[in-house]
C-alpha cells in the first residue's frame, strides 16, 4: 500500500531483487496495483546509490521516458540472512530520492534488531524514507500485524486503501496491545541478547564449532559442526528444552539471536550444543 500510494501515477518503481516485495508477495503488487517493480542487485543486499541513479536515468529517458515513482529498500534482508543495507548508501540514495522527488519506502519489518547490530537507532533509519514498515509479529510477539507510518495524508489515504484490500481487522487492537507491551524496553533487551549471542558463538568457537559472520549481518549466523549432526540431535536438544531446526542434508546450520537466548546463560546453551553433538 505504501508504495502503491508513493508511486501515484508514476507506476515504475525500484525495488531489490532479493526483496520481500519483489520475491515473496506472489506479483501482489504488479496484478492488484499495476505497479511495474524493477529489481536491481541480484544477490545483494544493497543497491548502490549509483545504480539507482542509472535505472532512474534510463527510465525517463527518451523517447517513451517512464519516470521512477517509487523506491522501495528492505534491511535487513531476510532472503540475504538478515544482511543490512548499508547506511552510507541508503543516505545517498534518500538524497538523490528527495532531490528528485521520488517516493522512499523503508521495509523495515526487522529495524529494530538490526539497530542493536549497526549501532543506528530506528529514528535515524526512518527520518531518512517517506513511509516505514515495521512488523509486530516478529520480536514483539504479537500474534499477527504491522506498523505503516508516514505523512498525515498518506497515512489517510492508507487507511482507506487498506479496508480495500481487507485490512481493517476489528481486533487489531489486541495484537497491538501484546506489542507495545514487549516494545517497552526492547532495544535494552535485545541489546544484551547480541551480547550473550557473541558470548555463545566464542563459545561454540573455543569447542571447535566453526561459526562463519556474515558481512553486514545480522542476528543470522552460520555454524559448521565438526562432523555432521546425526538424527537424535534435535531430540537430545529437546530434551534439554532447546529447540533448533534441522541441520541441512549439506552445509552449514543456521541459527538466530532472539530475546529467548536471555532465559540461559550463553555456557549452558552452549554446553548442551555440544552434548547434543556427542
Known amino acids: 500500500m505504501a508504495v502503491r500510494l508513493l508511486a501515484g501515477e508514476r507506476r515504475h518503481v525500484l525495488v531489490q531483487e532479493e526483496s520481500h516485495l519483489y520475491r515473496d508477495e506472489g506479483d501482489c503488487a504488479q496484478a492488484l496495483s499495476g505497479l511495474n517493480l524493477v529489481p536491481l542487485a541480484p544477490g545483494r543486499a544493497t543497491i548502490k546509490a549509483s545504480e539507482i541513479v542509472e535505472a532512474v536515468e534510463k527510465a525517463g529517458a527518451p523517447p517513451y521516458p517512464v519516470p521512477v515513482g517509487a523506491i522501495s529498500i528492505e534491511s535487513p534482508v531476510r532472503r540475504m540472512l538478515g544482511q543490512a543495507f548499508d547506511f552510507e548508501e541508503m543516505k545517498k540514495i534518500s538524497a538523490f530520492a528527495r532531490e528528485k522527488k521520488i517516493g522512499l519506502h523503508l521495509d523495515g519489518a ?66 497491538a496491545a501484546v506489542a507495545l507491551h514487549y516494545l517497552d524496553g526492547f532495544e535494552d533487551r535485545y541489546r544484551k541478547a547480541v551480547r550473550s549471542g557473541e558470548q555463545l558463538l566464542k563459545f561454540l568457537e573455543q569447542k571447535k564449532i566453526r561459526v562463519h559472520r556474515l558481512e553486514a549481518g545480522t542476528n543470522i549466523f552460520q555454524l559448521e559442526f565438526p562432523s555432521r549432526p546425526d538424527a537424535g540431535f534435535q531430540k537430545r536438544l529437546a530434551d534439554q528444552g532447546i529447540t533448533i531446526g534441522a541441520p541441512p542434508a549439506q552445509g552449514p546450520t543456521n541459527i538466530q539471536v532472539n530475546e529467548t537466548i536471555l532465559r540461559r546463560s550463553a555456557e549452558e546453551i552452549g554446553g548442551a550444543l555440544v552434548k547434543a553433538l556427542a
Open 110 to 175: 526487522r529495524m529494530y534488531l538490526a539497530s542493536a547490530y549497526t549501532g543506528i537507532a530506528p529514528a535515524a533509519y526512518s527520518a531518512l524514507f517517506d513511509t516505514v514498515y515495521v512488523s509486530l509479529y516478529k520480536y514483539f510477539n504479537a500474534p499477527f500485524g504491522a506498523i505503516l507510518t508516514g505523512p498525515a495524508s498518506l497515512i489517510e489515504a492508507a487507511t482507506v486503501l487498506r479496508h480495500q484490500f481487507g485490512g481493517g481487522v476489528l481486533h487489531a487492537w489486541e495484537s
